[in-house]
């Protein structure tokens, strides 16, 4: 086994041509793309499975959303609770987010962040709501792809410029090494920064520097 490892050839550079160029593909759901009429349990599970599918690593077998999981951040105030049992545009909003934070982020953690979304822009009918919100963070969001590429890329070329001096039969298996170090080591440090951020808002740092700002304006 050792040897297979040492010895195998990976076209590095092809496969991540070939992330870079699914990138491009990349998209998000559109608010709009969503419906506005409330929907069932059920419907919203084959919604996010319909939308999100493709982004897993295991397509067959990965889960999505199932209806315990959404219970669960309805029972721990991550998703408010259904009317009536029906779910409507904007708690599926709140659910993407959700999707995307699961990944990195604690269910407490996520709870902090949501919770100043959920209890000041749900269900609002003036400029500032969960779509408008959700529209901005996202749009902008996307735009940054081409950043993030360029970002890979310099990592990848940093990473082929490590262990030149090593034996050529582990030589590439090496230089793959550095490169899912370089990521992991990005990915780490900015999950540390979330959390901090995160603890400040439970901390209510925003809050009260908020409140600061309302007094010094009335003096």
């Known amino acids: 086994m050792k040897g297979m490892v040492m010895h195998m050839r990976i076209d590095t550079k092809d496969l991540l041509n070939s ?5 491009d593909r990349i998209d998000y759901v559109k ?3 969503i419906p506005n009429i409330d929907l069932y349990m059920d419907q919203v599970t084959t919604f996010m499975d319909k939308n999100f599918r493709k982004t897993t690593r295991y397509p067959g077998d990965d889960k999505i ?5 959404i219970n669960n951040y309805a029972k721990n105030d991550l998703l408010p609770p259904p009317n009536k049992k029906k779910y409507s545009r904007e708690h599926i909003l709140v659910l993407i987010f959700i999707y995307y934070y699961k990944g ?24 500032f709501n969960i779509q408008s919100i959700y529209e901005e963070v996202f749009q902008v969001g996307y735009d940054q792809i081409d950043a993030l590429k ?4 310099a990592e990848y070329d940093c990473a082929m410029g490590t262990f030149e001096d090593a034996p050529e039969d582990s030589r590439e298996f090496l230089k793959l ?9 990005d ?10 951020l995160i603890d400040e808002i439970k901390e209510g740092s925003f809050q009260e520097n908020d409140l600061k700002a309302e007094e010094k304006k009335k003096e």
């Not at 990915?187 to 901090?196: C, T």
Request: net charge negative; aromatic share 14%.
């Open 19 to 23: 992330i870079m160029e699914s990138f």
């Open 31 to 33: 608010s709009l793309d």
């Open 65 to 69: 959303m199932t209806k315990t999981m």
């Open 104 to 127: 990195i982020l604690s269910i407490s953690d996520i709870q902090a962040l949501l919770k100043p979304i959920t209890e000041n822009f749900f269900h609002k009918e003036d400029e």
């Open 150 to 153: 360029q970002h890979v890329m």
């Open 177 to 185: 090494f550095s490169f899912i170090c370089f990521l992991s080591f």
């Open 187 to 196: 990915v780490y440090m900015k999950k540390q920064l979330i959390e901090k």
